[in-house]
């Protein structure tokens, strides 16, 4: 980044800044989400956002290795605390928050002191795997479905939105609350598809339009704390967490993808399985491989493995199928004549502990190793596969994933090829954070690790 560039951010800031007052903003807030998938933020006052969005704001190097519960799993060598980055407001994101009167947010990008990108940003880092599909001349559409559960304040989880599961009673005594969500999220120019209650007691989800990756990770961000921000003037506490009762299902951050060439779907028309062209089927093909690693960026926490258990619609087996929902890689091809969105692939054994960009540029990582390596797709699924015994599993190449993050853990170190692609610095702060994570945990209880990691996302 030269100082052309800077001029032209800064030039953009100040046109933006009267609308933004006129709308009553008088701070603006830029954010980053780390290895732990925590949203780590800076603010300035409105005045200020010029000079933020040429020069940025400072953010110690440290923050990748920083822990959920802030701890900072520091690398050997004492280096952590030592050197700067700046962090700088994407401008085309940024929106006026309709649940925090007074603010204004957008993603932030963050470069070295010299206006290089850093090297660990995530953001940056799915944009560069963006770019490397496109020179395949393939696009990518992607969306995160988000569950919640909303609870009374307080540090214990008391359901506040009481009623069956998928019950219209539920949706009848959270009415006042979802109505001031859905409008918010209107007002944000999100574009919600549908919202309904859940499964776990107090749970409810929505799923948002496709959008390219990196647009759908600051979605994932942007409808997240749209939700708890509503759910504070609603005296109701959020949380997204995996496992917020050890007893209960927990919450899932499904992600739906699908690619296309020219404006025409791949995931449709083809002659694979199911209408896939031999291009999707590659790309899921690499994903469906490098699954286990990839629980390490989609599934990060140990929380997240009290939830990845059979029978739990939480995809803890390697295998896809159709309209599957036990299989880690489900496939959806809606209704005949429907939009060709409706044709996309499921993942569904990752959660919101997760960091979206990170979560979505391994993904990518893995689809076009899979390209690359013309990767075929095993036979779907067509039952549940905790109904088969370990014989079967075995002969239709159907593998459990990790039941633990210590697995995943090492599966994601052993996988070199994905790790390479993600960068070796990048990869082993992932790695330290999760270490550290193990090292907090290690001897706990469920309930225990549920209550911890609660309320931190």
Same mark, same amino acid.
């Given at each position: 980044?030269?100082?052309?560039?800077?001029?032209?951010?800064?030039?953009?800031?100040?046109?933006?800044?009267?609308?933004?007052?006129?709308?009553?903003?008088?701070?603006?807030?830029?954010?980053?989400?780390?290895?732990?998938?925590?949203?780590?933020?800076?603010?300035?006052?409105?005045?200020?956002?010029?000079?933020? *969005?040429?020069?940025?704001?400072?953010?110690?190097?440290?923050?990748?290795?920083?822990?959920?519960? &802030?701890?900072?799993?520091?690398?050997?060598?004492?280096?952590?605390?030592?050197?700067?980055?700046?962090?700088?407001?994407?401008?085309?994101?940024?929106?006026?928050?309709?649940?925090?009167?007074?603010?204004?947010?957008?993603?932030?990008?963050?470069?070295?002191?010299?206006?290089?990108?850093?090297?660990?940003?995530?953001?940056?880092?799915?944009?560069?795997?963006?770019?490397?599909?496109? *020179?395949?001349?393939?696009?990518?559409?992607?969306?995160?479905?988000?569950?919640?559960?909303?609870?009374?304040? %307080?540090?214990?989880?008391?359901?506040?939105?009481?009623?069956?599961?998928?019950?219209?009673?539920?949706?009848?005594?959270?009415?006042?609350?979802?109505?001031?969500?859905?409008?918010?999220?209107?007002?944000?120019?999100?574009?919600?598809?549908?919202?309904?209650?859940?499964?776990?007691?107090?749970?409810?989800?929505?799923?948002?339009?496709?959008?390219?990756?990196?647009?759908?990770?600051?979605?994932?961000?942007?409808?997240?704390?749209?939700?708890?921000?509503?759910?504070?003037?609603?005296?109701?506490?959020?949380?997204?967490?995996?496992?917020?009762?050890?007893?209960?299902?927990?919450?899932?951050?499904?992600?739906?993808?699908?690619?296309?060439?020219?404006?025409?779907?791949?995931?449709?028309?083809?002659? %694979?399985?199911?209408?896939?062209?031999?291009?999707?089927?590659?790309?899921?093909?690499?994903?469906?491989?490098?699954?286990?690693?990839?629980?390490?960026?989609?599934?990060?926490?140990?929380?997240?493995?009290?939830?990845?258990?059979?029978?739990?619609?939480?995809?803890?087996?390697?295998?896809?199928?159709?309209?599957?929902?036990?299989?880690?890689?489900?496939?959806?091809?809606?209704?005949?004549?429907?939009?060709?969105?409706? *044709?996309?692939? +499921?993942?569904?054994?990752?959660?919101?502990?997760?960091?979206?960009?990170?979560?979505?540029?391994?993904?990518?990582?893995?689809?076009?190793?899979?390209?690359?390596?013309?990767?075929?797709?095993?036979?779907?699924?067509?039952?549940?596969?905790?109904?088969?015994?370990? +014989?079967?599993?075995?002969?239709?190449?159907?593998?459990?994933?990790?039941?633990?993050?210590?697995?995943?853990? &090492?599966?994601?170190?052993? &996988?070199?090829?994905?790790?390479?692609?993600?960068?070796?610095?990048?990869?082993? *702060?992932?790695?330290?954070?999760?270490?550290?994570?193990?090292?907090?945990?290690?001897?706990?209880?469920?309930?225990?690790?549920?209550?911890?990691?609660?309320?931190?996302?």
């Amino acid at each position: 980044m030269d100082l052309a560039d800077r001029e032209r951010r800064r030039t953009r800031a100040e046109a933006l800044v009267p609308d933004l007052a006129a709308a009553g903003v008088v701070a603006v807030a830029t954010s980053f989400v780390d290895n732990a998938g925590i949203s780590r933020a800076k603010s300035v006052p409105l005045d200020r956002l010029p000079a933020l *969005a040429a020069w940025g704001v400072g953010f110690s190097t440290a923050f990748d290795y920083f822990r959920f519960d &802030d701890w900072v799993a520091a690398p050997p060598g004492g280096q952590a605390p030592v050197g700067d980055q700046r962090i700088l407001p994407d401008l085309d994101r940024l929106v006026v928050l309709a649940a925090q009167p007074g603010w204004a947010w957008a993603p932030g990008e963050r470069y070295a002191q010299t206006g290089d990108p850093y090297p660990l940003d995530s953001r940056l880092l799915l944009t560069r795997f963006v770019e490397e599909l496109a *020179a395949r001349e393939i696009e990518m559409s992607a969306a995160i479905e988000i569950e919640w559960v909303v609870s009374e304040e %307080g540090e214990d989880y008391v359901p506040a939105a009481s009623g069956p599961a998928y019950g219209l009673a539920r949706l009848t005594n959270a009415s006042e609350y979802s109505r001031d969500l859905l409008a918010a999220l209107a007002e944000q120019g999100v574009a919600v598809e549908q919202f309904h209650p859940e499964y776990a007691a107090g749970q409810l989800e929505l799923s948002v339009g496709p959008e390219s990756p990196v647009h759908a990770a600051d979605t994932s961000v942007l409808v997240r704390t749209t939700i708890r921000a509503v759910g504070v003037e609603h005296g109701l506490r959020t949380s997204f967490s995996p496992k917020v009762d050890a007893a209960g299902v927990g919450n899932g951050g499904h992600v739906h993808l699908s690619l296309n060439r020219g404006g025409r779907t791949l995931m449709a028309g083809g002659s %694979g399985r199911f209408g896939l062209t031999p291009e999707a089927t590659a790309f899921a093909g690499g994903v469906l491989e490098h699954l286990p690693a990839l629980l390490v960026l989609g599934a990060p926490s140990v929380a997240s493995y009290l939830r990845l258990v059979p029978q739990h619609w939480a995809g803890a087996y390697a295998c896809w199928g159709l309209e599957n929902r036990e299989a880690a890689l489900r496939m959806v091809t809606g209704s005949r004549g429907s939009e060709d969105w409706a *044709a996309n692939l +499921e993942v569904k054994c990752f959660d919101l502990h997760a960091n979206p960009y990170l979560m979505l540029a391994g993904l990518l990582a893995a689809g076009t190793d899979g390209l690359a390596r013309d990767v075929a797709l095993p036979e779907p699924v067509d039952v549940d596969p905790a109904a088969l015994d370990e +014989e079967t599993l075995t002969a239709r190449g159907i593998r459990r994933l990790p039941t633990t993050l210590r697995e995943a853990t &090492d599966a994601f170190v052993a &996988d070199t090829g994905l790790t390479e692609k993600l960068g070796v610095e990048l990869s082993g *702060a992932v790695r330290a954070v999760r270490e550290s994570e193990l090292e907090l945990f290690d001897g706990s209880s469920p309930e225990e690790v549920a209550a911890a990691s609660r309320w931190a996302h």
